[in-house]
């Protein structure tokens, strides 16, 4: 595609449930990054995906926080029994290699209620 | 991880040269230094990056200092497009650990006046 695609870019979920955001990088790009950007704040790193390797996990918040990225390619954040505290809009970015310019996607903005 | 530190704000006039300046003093020598900015509800723009030379492009120009501790993004000609939260980001390269983990700074909320 033209640009890394996030969907949905909508998500409103009830305090528990269980929601999944997903991430279409750029075709090629073998890294991949997610943030989280709560109202007004900056971005915070979450996890980082270079091509098939096992990703850094240690910037997740909560063991609630999981992703995963399948044939190097899409990725998922997933995040578990939803508090109002994860409301915040998801960042999905890519880039060709680790050191090249990443570009992101608009978003996934998720409130829960 | 390196930290960032940015002023919160700084004004510029249409026309005239923005300098934005942001403080990476504990950059270690795997690590780049970035430059986004975020326009209001839009996801972060890439703008410019460097290791240590002093880079340009069509955007912007980016002067890192000698030791690497400090680093200034410079819009030549700033337009009231360009009034956004810019943020200096450091990024770890390589296939370690930390490959492609980033720390952001607060942002630096640049408006450009008429």
């Known amino acids: 595609g033209a640009g890394v695609s996030q969907s949905p870019s909508n998500k409103v979920t009830e305090k528990g449930k269980d929601v999944e955001l997903r991430c279409d990088p750029i075709?090629?790009?073998?890294?991949l990054y997610w943030y989280r950007q709560s109202l007004g704040q900056g971005l915070e790193f979450l996890i980082y995906?270079?091509?098939?390797?096992?990703?850094?996990k240690s910037g997740l918040p909560s063991d609630r926080f999981s992703a995963e990225r399948t044939g190097g390619s899409v990725s998922t954040l997933t995040i578990q029994r939803t508090q109002q505290e994860d409301s915040a809009v998801y960042l999905c970015?890519?880039?060709?290699?680790?050191?090249?310019?990443?570009?992101f996607g608009q978003g996934t903005r998720l409130t829960v209620v | 991880d390196a930290k960032t530190t940015q002023p919160p704000s700084m004004d510029c006039a249409e026309g005239r040269a923005a300098n934005l300046p942001c403080n990476h003093s504990?950059?270690?020598?795997?690590?780049?230094v970035y430059w986004y900015r975020q326009i209001h509800s839009q996801g972060p723009q890439y703008i410019i990056h460097?290791?240590?030379n002093n880079e340009t492009n069509e955007m912007a120009s980016l002067i890192i200092t000698e030791d690497r501790k400090s680093s200034t993004l410079i819009l030549p000609h700033a337009t009231l497009r360009d009034t956004a939260v810019y943020y200096c980001?450091?990024?770890?390269?390589?296939?370690?650990?930390?490959?492609?983990?980033?720390?952001f700074g607060d942002g630096t909320t640049l408006t450009v006046k008429p």
């Open positions: 970015a890519s880039s060709e290699m680790v050191n090249t310019e990443a570009f």
């Open positions: 075709s090629g790009h073998t890294a």
């Open positions: 995906f270079q091509g098939n390797s096992a990703p850094d």
């Open positions: 504990t950059i270690s020598g795997n690590e780049y």
């Open positions: 460097g290791l240590k």
């Open positions: 980001i450091v990024r770890v390269i390589g296939s370690g650990t930390n490959a492609g983990k980033s720390t």
